[in-house]
């Protein structure tokens, strides 16, 4: 990661403790193992399961590409995850003029107060807000009652080029849905174009 990369490295080989527990997805191992072997430390490794079912969903939001208005399928306890602030707003407006459903929105830029809020007010059974329109901020340490995720695009701006999600961001977007301790025990992910599915399930 060029943007964090630097921060984790320094982290680790770093801190001053008896151990340190990173926990991530398995494409870290590698890495992680070969810092704690270059600092003559041990590496351990350990594999956790999902207290909680996740399930990709066999179809996509809209029927094709084209397809306008596929945001009025929106249910409940529905993240729709945007790359832009223009998109997040953009669905956001989509989905409160073609249903009754109102929205949050999340998204890094916004100050951690106001970024609090929005995540209380989604979760708050009562407060009339039951769909959330957020980035990937979603992944940094939100607990958030969310039923599904829905890609809006699995293709994102890294500052340079537009890229192709991996697949570990993928996963810690997706594995948002369904959280434990949430009311929703399963949670489900799938994307709004048809075309981003295929990436999804590999």
């Known amino acids: 990661d060029p943007f964090r ?12 403790c008896k151990e340190i527990h990173v926990c991530g997805g398995l494409e870290a191992q590698t890495f992680v193992q070969k810092i704690a072997e270059t600092c003559g430390d041990t590496f351990e490794s350990k594999k956790y399961s999902r207290f909680s079912e996740l399930v990709i969903s066999e179809n996509s939001l809209a029927v094709d590409s084209s397809e306008q208005g596929s945001y009025s399928k929106v249910q409940p306890g529905d993240c729709i995850v945007a790359f ?26 916004l100050p951690p107060a106001t970024r ?30 969310i039923k599904r995720i829905i890609f809006n695009s699995m293709f994102k701006s890294d500052g340079s080029a537009i890229i192709r999600l991996d697949h570990s961001s993928v996963k810690q977007i997706a594995g948002r849905a369904g959280r434990r301790n949430s009311p929703y025990p399963v949670g489900e992910v799938t994307c709004r174009d048809p075309e981003d599915m295929g990436h999804l399930h590999t």
């Open 84 to 109: 832009s602030r223009n998109d997040i707003f953009a669905i956001k407006r989509e989905i409160e003029t073609l249903t009754d459903h109102k929205c949050c929105v999340v998204y890094g830029s």
């Open 5 to 16: 990369g630097f921060a984790w490295t320094r982290a680790l080989m770093g801190i001053r």
């Open 116 to 145: 609090t809020n929005q995540a209380k007010r989604f979760n708050d059974p009562n407060s009339g807000y039951n769909v959330l329109v957020s980035s990937d901020a979603i992944g940094m340490g939100l607990n958030l009652n």
